[in-house]
């Protein structure tokens, strides 16, 4: 069964950085694709980043520039960093996992998530 672990979180000022961190385990080769939501009080979970079993990642435009998401298959760990920090990226932020059915990842694993406070 596959668990993940959330990691990193906390308050900064906006223009900070974090960097979080998810631990994976009981991971297969058929889980191929991986990614981070958020969910800010009253809206609804959004994607952020997404990163495939090559390497390939994309990114929602809001973050594109600011955040880099990387994963170390040898310790399947996920990695989101956050630089350039702003109060709208206050959410909880949780790491998923799951594969690919046809062009499209289906997320089926998640971890508890872990809170991101960015004050101005």
């Known amino acids: 069964q596959v668990q993940l672990v959330e990691s990193g979180g906390g308050s900064v000022q906006s223009g900070g950085s974090l960097r979080l961190s998810c631990a994976a385990s009981?991971?297969?080769?058929?889980?191929?694709?991986m990614g981070w939501f958020r969910q800010a009080p009253g809206k609804r979970r959004e994607g952020v980043a997404h990163?495939?079993?090559?390497?390939?990642?994309r990114y929602t435009d809001s973050v594109k520039g600011r955040f880099t998401a990387s994963q170390d298959s040898a310790q399947n760990t996920l990695y989101l960093q956050m630089n350039s920090l702003k109060p709208e990226d206050t959410a909880m932020y949780y790491c998923?996992?799951?594969?690919?059915?046809?062009?499209?990842?289906?997320?089926?694993?998640w971890g508890q998530g872990t809170q991101v406070t960015v004050s101005s």
């Open positions: 998923t996992a799951g594969f690919y059915v046809g062009d499209y990842c289906t997320y089926m694993y």
């Open positions: 009981g991971v297969t080769d058929n889980t191929n694709c």
């Open positions: 990163i495939d079993s090559d390497g390939v990642t």
